[in-house]
């Protein structure tokens, strides 16, 4: 322990605090202030410009007052994997849901049979949009709809339940993405 810090190894966030009291080393004092080591030892000898007098007078005082604050210090290798832990949790409790969801509700299949006899329409030549229609009335999405849509029926067969699993590993990687994001911007 360095003289002039008192040790109240308080955890906060997984680090240890150590709290300046009176009379702390210059080290800490530049450390506090940010400014160069010889700045934070005295303020007389940089009264030649306005600048470096600001900073001379920021590290007297920094230097004379008893710090408030706590100047935390991380230790290397040790960081806080809470927010990780608790995004694997959302993950796979999300997982587990959606695996009961595609297991015991039962799907209508009002929108999936209309998609799949639009789908037929394209993949049999027909580019008219006005002729291309499904159980719920003609075609109003864009191309792009058919095209994903064709490749969703090629890999289930126009079946619903492989269907359910598809979208269920699609909505599970995009949140896990999501919480990727989350986490590596500290933001949960």
Known sequence: MR???????RPIGGCVTLVAWWGCSPAVTRRKSRLPLA??????????????????RAAGRAASQPAAAA?????????????LYFAAFLLLADA?????????????????????????????GERDYTKIEGDTGPLVYPAGFLYVYSAVKFITGGQVFPAQ??????YI????LVLLLYVKTEVV
């Open 71 to 83: 100047v935390a210090e991380k230790p290397t290798g040790s960081a806080d994997r809470r927010p």
């Open 173 to 176: 990687i995009n949140l896990s």
């Open 3 to 9: 003289p002039g810090l008192a040790a109240s190894k």
């Open 39 to 56: 700045a934070a030892g005295s303020a007389a000898r940089f009264k030649a410009s306005s600048s470096t007098a600001t900073m001379a």
């Open 96 to 124: 587990a849901l959606v695996a009961l969801i595609i297991a015991f509700v039962r799907y209508t299949k009002i929108d999936w049979d209309a998609y799949m006899s639009q789908v037929d329409a394209f993949l049999e």
């Open 165 to 170: 699993i598809l979208f269920g590993l699609l």
